[in-house]
């Protein structure tokens, strides 16, 4: 009897401890681990680890919530930190759309450019939506993936588009090809099952999903450069004191740099696997072409029509950078 309430001493004391020192916090991830962007979340909940007393630990591949619940995960406090690709949540507000304008920003700089010029409107919308904005990075530049040859506008028609917002959707309608939305980590099971055959989207995702095993072309269209951003539940914030918040910032600060240099970095590289991997990988040419410049300026006239005064002053900054 006496041994039993020693051992219940030393494990109350010992979660008293615990408790004390740290408080866990879940940073929600929807790619998969090895992917840059998870890579350097991981590393960025490693250094608030470190530097504060929070615990952060990372999610990835959509493991805690998956990829299109983890904006309203985090606003509603079921985890206090998450990373959503922002066009993805183009119906909440035509700012998050910003970034898949087509043909706005097609390059790595331009992207930076476009960022600095939508980042205080960014931000200001996720503080009305009670968060608070950490750090965002993007993808490398978005290509267009066919199990058909992009030889004329005939042979895109009916194909099954996969789409990740709702400008991928309109680009596939607008080229006759049939949209779905499937988010990254159904990707591998949507080729393989057919019920995708075509989609834009950036090298990295094609390579994590080893889309060569199900798709012989690869077109490098550097349509535009979509972010993610990485996130926190705002009440979840104010209870960290000033000091924990600026190391948060700091190490968010950080991962934002390593991760828009590694995106670089690895832009090209993930091109020349899919040619390794027995791909035919080209630009797209001729009325095919043509079909997306056109279709792609359709939706910039379309945006920045929604986006209004806000649209029109982001795109006057970002031109005059
Ligand atoms: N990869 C993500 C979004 C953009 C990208 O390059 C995806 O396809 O889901």
Redesign the pocket.
């Known amino acids: 009897m006496k041994k039993i309430i020693f051992y219940t001493a030393v494990a109350s004391i010992s979660l008293g401890a615990a408790t004390a020192q740290a408080e866990t916090w879940d940073l929600a991830l929807a790619?998969s681990a090895t992917n840059y962007h998870s890579e350097i979340a991981t590393a960025f909940a490693d250094e608030v680890s470190e530097k504060t007393d929070l615990d952060v630990v990372a999610h990835p591949g959509g493991s805690l919530f998956a990829?299109a619940e983890i904006y309203g995960a985090v606003r509603r406090g079921l985890a206090p930190m998450g990373e959503r690709?922002i066009s993805a949540l183009a119906n909440e507000n035509p700012i998050f759309e910003v970034d898949s304008v087509p043909f706005l920003a097609t390059g790595f700089d331009g992207a930076a450019k476009l960022y600095a010029a939508s980042k205080p409107a960014l931000v200001d919308t996720l503080k009305e939506d009670g968060l608070v904005f950490l750090y965002s990075c993007p993808?490398?530049p978005?290509g267009f993936y066919s199990v058909a040859e992009a030889s004329d506008l005939a042979s895109l028609k009916g194909l099954k588009f996969r789409a990740?917002n709702a400008t991928t959707s309109r680009m596939a309608e607008g080229l006759g090809m049939v949209p779905t939305t499937i988010?990254?980590a159904e990707?591998s099971q949507a080729f393989a099952t057919g019920v995708a055959q075509s989609?834009i989207?950036?090298g990295?995702?094609g390579f994590d999903r080893k889309l060569w095993e199900e798709v012989d072309y690869f077109y490098d269209v550097q349509a535009w450069l979509?972010r993610n951003m990485v996130f926190a539940n705002g009440k979840a914030w104010e209870g960290l004191d000033e000091e924990a918040q600026n190391a948060v910032h700091a190490a968010a600060a950080n991962a934002e740099k390593a991760c828009w240099s590694k995106a670089e970095e690895l832009a090209g590289w993930y091109v020349e696997q899919f040619a390794e991997n027995g791909m035919t990988v080209g630009t797209l040419e001729g009325e095919v072409l043509d079909g997306f410049l056109s279709v792609g300026a359709e939706l910039r006239a379309d945006w920045e029509e929604r986006a209004g005064d806000k649209g029109v002053e982001i795109i006057k900054s970002f031109e005059a950078e």
């Open positions: 790619y990829g690709l993808w490398p978005q990740y988010e990254a990707l989609m989207s950036s990295s995702t979509p």
